[in-house]
């Protein structure tokens, strides 16, 4: 397991201990152990079905084992690495589901789950269900803009990690999140879409 050594003044995992993940079952273990609930919320606040929730979320996490060694702190967090992880699985999901027969081969290999897992999973997605739909809301701004609102506004990062998690400079993300904020509010004059929850409409503003 990783301990106080590993980690610099920020709480972050140097980018040495992090790659171990690929290769050692207790890092890996403390790991997603630290970070699953994040994943989880992430992914429920973009999907309503527990089982894909709990499919998309596993999925996150053996994509982590492929890349930990590409982790840098100067990058970010832990978590918007990781939710950068989380939008390229979703993204491959959504391609993955327009194809029928991909979807249903996919559903039948799918784990099961026991109705204790399905229960957390559905309170999970129900208290999720504001950013599903502040996602939703924002699906009518231009795909570059509207990643950076949504990491910022539905998902709480600051400016500078949802950069690190699309793989942008801050600068450009700071350009993108002005536009999208000022199209939101736009919109929102406008009545063509839903006031957000308080605390998002704090970060969208």
Same mark, same amino acid.
């Given at each position: 397991?990783?301990?106080?050594?590993?980690?610099?003044?920020?709480?972050?995992?140097?980018?040495?201990?992090?790659?171990?993940?690929?290769?050692?079952?207790?890092?890996?273990?403390?790991?997603?152990?630290?970070?699953?609930?994040?994943?989880?919320?992430?992914?429920?606040?973009?999907?309503?079905?527990?089982?894909?929730?709990?499919?998309?979320?596993?999925?996150?996490?053996?994509?982590?084992?492929?890349?930990?060694?590409?982790?840098?702190?100067?990058?970010?967090?832990?978590?918007?690495?990781?939710?950068?992880?989380?939008?390229?699985?979703?993204?491959?999901?959504?391609?993955?589901?327009?194809?029928?027969? %991909? #979807? =249903?081969?996919? /559903?039948?290999? *799918?784990?099961?789950?026991?109705?204790?897992?399905? !229960?957390?999973? $559905?309170?999970? +997605?129900?208290?999720?269900?504001?950013?599903?739909?502040?996602?939703?809301?924002?699906?009518?701004?231009?795909?570059?803009?509207?990643?950076?609102?949504?990491?910022?506004?539905?998902?709480?990062?600051?400016?500078?990690?949802?950069?690190?998690?699309?793989?942008?400079?801050?600068?450009?993300?700071?350009?993108?999140?002005?536009?999208?904020? %000022? #199209? =939101?509010?736009? /919109?929102?004059? *406008?009545?063509?879409?839903?006031?957000?929850?308080? !605390?998002?409409? $704090?970060?969208? +503003?």
């Amino acid at each position: 397991m990783t301990g106080p050594a590993d980690r610099g003044g920020t709480g972050r995992l140097r980018p040495g201990p992090l790659a171990r993940i690929g290769h050692d079952p207790d890092a890996l273990e403390a790991f997603y152990t630290e970070h699953v609930t994040a994943v989880t919320r992430f992914v429920a606040r973009r999907v309503a079905d527990p089982h894909t929730v709990a499919d998309l979320t596993a999925e996150v996490f053996l994509a982590v084992i492929d890349s930990a060694h590409s982790y840098r702190p100067s990058r970010g967090t832990q978590v918007a690495w990781l939710y950068g992880i989380a939008r390229n699985v979703i993204a491959g999901e959504r391609r993955r589901a327009a194809t029928e027969l %991909r #979807a =249903a081969s996919r /559903a039948a290999g *799918r784990r099961l789950l026991d109705d204790d897992d399905i !229960a957390r999973l $559905e309170e999970r +997605i129900d208290a999720e269900s504001p950013g599903r739909a502040a996602c939703l809301a924002l699906a009518g701004l231009p795909p570059d803009e509207r990643a950076v609102l949504e990491l910022v506004a539905v998902d709480g990062l600051p400016v500078t990690d949802a950069a690190g998690a699309l793989g942008i400079r801050p600068g450009t993300a700071r350009v993108r999140l002005h536009r999208a904020r %000022r #199209a =939101a509010q736009q /919109a929102m004059s *406008r009545g063509a879409v839903p006031e957000f929850p308080p !605390a998002q409409m $704090e970060r969208l +503003i």
